[in-house]
Structures are given as structure tokens and as C-alpha cells.
């Protein structure tokens, strides 16, 4: 049975948008600067959504794969070496990272701390879209 993989589709789609807005240096020029902060903020919230929703696609598939019980109670840098070892990510290391900007974001708005994982949220969609496709390539 395929994994059903519109949520991550759309949630990369999405996490993409706003990145391409937010990337527009004569859009946000012309924007106030709570209007700017606004749709950085709102790519911090698709980068968070969207991470959550991969590492649990990358267990779904694990579990469907592999074996049902291949990805319980593991820890997330383990999680990302098995999903490695079946080419659905290629750098263990960098999607750690990914966790970790993650774990940076909280409920407490600190400007350099969202400053940094916006950054982060750019090196992160690129390796959303591949796990994507790499789902898609493997998902019968």
C-alpha cells in the first residue's frame, strides 16, 4: 500500500511559495517592515510544519518498507542514518541540522533566533523536495 503523500506535497509546495516571496528583494522593498516580518515568519511556521511532516513520512515508509517496527523508538539522528541507508536522504549530518533549526524555534520570538532558522528554512526546503521525490520514486 503507497503512502499518500499530498500533505508533504503541498507542505513543500507551500514552504517554496513563501520562500520565493520572501526571496523577492523588490516584493519586500516595497513592503513595511511588519509586513516583512510577517512572511518571514510564516516561512519559520511552513519550515516547522513541513520538517515534522518529513521525518514522520520518513518513518511511515520505514515502517511499510522495511519493517513495521524498524523505526520505534529511535532517536531522530538514527531515524535519518536508516533513511539514509535507503537512499531517501543523502546527508545524515545536514538534516540534523535541519532538527536542530527546528528545535530552535519556540513560542518566544527572539529575532536573531528566527533570523537564523529562516536562513536554515532555505537549505531545508531544497532537501524537502528531494526526500519528496525520493518518496515518490519509491512509493508502491
Not at 511511515?60 to 537512499?87: K, Y
Amino acid at each position: 500500500m503507497p503512502l499518500e503523500l499530498d500533505s508533504l506535497k503541498k507542505a513543500v509546495a507551500a514552504l517554496n511559495g513563501v520562500l520565493a516571496k520572501s526571496n523577492d528583494a523588490e516584493l519586500m522593498r516595497g513592503l513595511d517592515e511588519i509586513t516583512r516580518n510577517a512572511i518571514k515568519s510564516g516561512a519559520i511556521q511552513h519550515f516547522e510544519f513541513t520538517y515534522e511532516l518529513c521525518w514522520k513520512f520518513i518513518k511511515r515508509w520505514l515502517e511499510m518498507n522495511i519493517s513495521p517496527t524498524e523505526a520505534d523508538g529511535v532517536t531522530r539522528r538514527e531515524l535519518f542514518r536508516l533513511a539514509a541507508e535507503n537512499r531517501l536522504i543523502v546527508d545524515v549530518d545536514q538534516w540534523m541540522r535541519h532538527h536542530d533549526a527546528r528545535n530552535r524555534t519556540s513560542h518566544t520570538y527572539d529575532p536573531a533566533v528566527a533570523e537564523s532558522v529562516y536562513l536554515a528554512a532555505h537549505d531545508f526546503a531544497r532537501d524537502a523536495q528531494r526526500l519528496l521525490e525520493a518518496l515518490e520514486a519509491r512509493n508502491d
